[in-house]
């Protein structure tokens, strides 16, 4: 399998994306921690998927232990957090060579209304919490000698405006910033950077889009494709991001939008 004999981190991984890829990046043969904030019982959801994989022993040489996952509590938004998720992760598998910020969260409120405590809140999650997560998986590349792989679940946003949602469009335009620098930076170590910038995909934090039908429509007809995204149309880019066929790939950022980006109009 493309992913045998790897270890990966997958943030944010109890629900959503986060969720979908961890699965995916098992299917492909990868160890995976799942690294959850406050739900306890996704987290242990998604790590029972994949051990009911192992049950059925995967690829050639097969899986049927129950070790390809196990979950660990963090906030991202904490550095101690950050630290002690890297830490007990390599701990457990003995190395790390996949990362994936999925991690994130966004606020809504007018411009003028933001408050420094929700501004806060999305910049240490989705930048701050990215920022340090990396710093300490590459360590352990650079330490340990390994070439590894860092993806980041950006957002359409790091490009396109997002009215009423600034905090979360300058984190991801500075996470567009951070994988360009790092690509540079980080190659001569053999680890690539790369963001993976979904546009409107079901998950829950779009809820309140998919309970509002006349929003839904509205974005509907700016999706070239029609339909809104499935996490499993993310976490196929993230997976191939993830093995050797994107050796050659860094410093990029891949737009899973059904055509969006080119077709935005301002709702
Ligand atoms: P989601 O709300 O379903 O999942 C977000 C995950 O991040 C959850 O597992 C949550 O527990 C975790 N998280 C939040 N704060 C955390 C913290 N402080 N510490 C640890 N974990 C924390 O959202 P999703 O749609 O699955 O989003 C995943 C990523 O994809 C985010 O970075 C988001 O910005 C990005 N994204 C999503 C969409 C979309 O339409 N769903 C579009 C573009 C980008």
Redesign the pocket.
């Known amino acids: 399998m493309r992913l045998d004999g790897k270890v990966a981190l997958v943030?944010?991984?109890?629900?959503?994306?986060?969720?979908?890829i961890a699965i995916r990046l098992a299917e492909a043969g990868a160890k995976v921690v799942i690294?959850?904030?406050?739900?306890p019982e996704?987290?242990a959801e998604t790590v029972a998927k994949i051990r009911a994989m192992g049950g059925e022993c995967h690829g050639a040489e097969g899986y049927c232990d129950d070790d390809h996952a196990f979950s660990i509590g963090?906030?991202?938004?904490?550095l101690a957090?950050i630290h002690r998720l890297v830490g007990e992760s390599i701990d457990h598998y003995g190395q790390l060579d996949i990362l994936v910020?999925?991690?994130?969260?966004?606020k809504h409120a007018p411009f003028w209304e933001v408050t420094e405590k929700a501004f806060d809140?999305v910049i240490?999650?989705?930048l701050k919490?990215v920022f340090f997560t990396t710093q300490a998986v590459v360590k352990h590349l650079m330490a340990t000698e390994r070439s590894g792989k860092i993806i980041?679940?950006?957002?359409?946003?790091e490009d396109l405006p997002f009215p009423n949602f600034a905090p979360?469009c300058a984190?991801?335009g500075g996470l567009k910033m951070l994988t360009r620098d790092l690509a540079v930076e980080l190659a001569p170590y053999g680890i690539t950077v790369n963001n993976v910038?979904?546009?409107?995909?079901?998950?829950?934090?779009?809820s309140e889009?998919l309970n509002n039908q006349a929003k839904l429509n509205a974005l509907l007809k700016n999706i070239p494709l029609g339909r809104?995204?499935h996490?499993q149309d993310?976490a196929g880019l993230v997976e191939f991001l993830a093995s050797d066929d994107a050796n050659y790939i860094t410093g990029s950022t891949f737009f899973v939008d059904g055509g969006l980006t080119w077709n935005y109009q301002e709702q």
Not at 74 to 78: F, N, P, W
Not at 101 to 106: K, L, P
Not at 197 to 206: Q, Y
């Open positions: 943030t944010g991984s109890s629900q959503g994306i986060g969720q979908v690294n959850y904030r406050s739900h996704g987290a963090a906030d991202l938004s904490i957090d910020n999925n991690a994130g969260i966004e809140a240490n999650v989705n919490g980041n679940i950006s957002s359409v946003h979360y984190s991801k910038a979904p546009g409107a995909i079901e998950t829950p934090i779009n889009l809104l995204g996490p993310v």
